[in-house]
Nanobody, 127 residues
Framework: HVQLVESGGGSVQAGGSLRLSCGAS????????VGWFRQAPGQEREGVAV????????WYADSVKGRFTASRDNGRNILYLQMNNLQPEDTATYYC?????????????????????WGQGTQVTVS
C-alpha cells in the first residue's frame, strides 16, 4: 500500500474555496488511480473526483462538476482537490484513496471498495 496524508480542510462560508492536498509515497504513485471521496455524518461515503496519475485524466461526480478540480504535482508526489463555490451540502470528511490503475475498472472508479490505500481524512465544513 501507499501512504497517503490529506491536509487543507477547514471551515468556510458558502461560496468560498478550499484546496485539499494529498501527499503520497510509494511506488504505486507512478501509475495510480486516485479517488477523492467524502462522507457526511450518517451518510455513505461517496466518490467525488477521480484522477489518473499517468496522463492526468479526471472524472467528477455530477454534484461537484464545474466546482471541483483534481490535479497532481508529479514532481512532488502531491495530489490536489481544488474546491470552489462550496455549499453547505459539501460539508463532510474528505479522503483521498489510491490504487494501481490496472486494478480499478473504468466502471468502478467511484467505488470505494476498489481502493486499498486511504488517507486519514480531513474535515470540510461549509456554513
Amino acid at each position: 500500500h501507499v501512504q497517503l496524508v490529506e491536509s487543507g480542510g477547514g471551515s468556510v462560508q458558502a461560496g468560498g474555496s478550499l484546496r485539499l492536498s494529498c501527499g503520497a509515497s510509494g511506488s504505486i504513485y507512478g501509475d495510480a488511480c486516485v479517488g477523492w471521496f467524502r462522507q457526511a455524518p450518517g451518510q455513505e461515503r461517496e466518490g467525488v473526483a477521480v484522477l489518473l496519475t499517468t496522463g492526468g485524466n479526471t472524472w467528477y461526480a455530477d454534484s461537484v462538476k464545474g466546482r471541483f478540480t483534481a490535479s497532481r504535482d508529479n514532481g512532488r508526489n502531491i495530489l490536489y482537490l481544488q474546491m470552489n463555490n462550496l455549499q453547505p451540502e459539501d460539508t463532510a470528511t474528505y479522503y483521498c484513496a489510491a490504487e494501481r490503475v490496472q486494478r480499478v475498472a473504468p466502471s468502478r472508479r467511484f467505488d470505494e471498495r476498489d481502493y486499498t490505500s486511504w488517507g486519514q481524512g480531513t474535515q470540510v465544513t461549509v456554513s
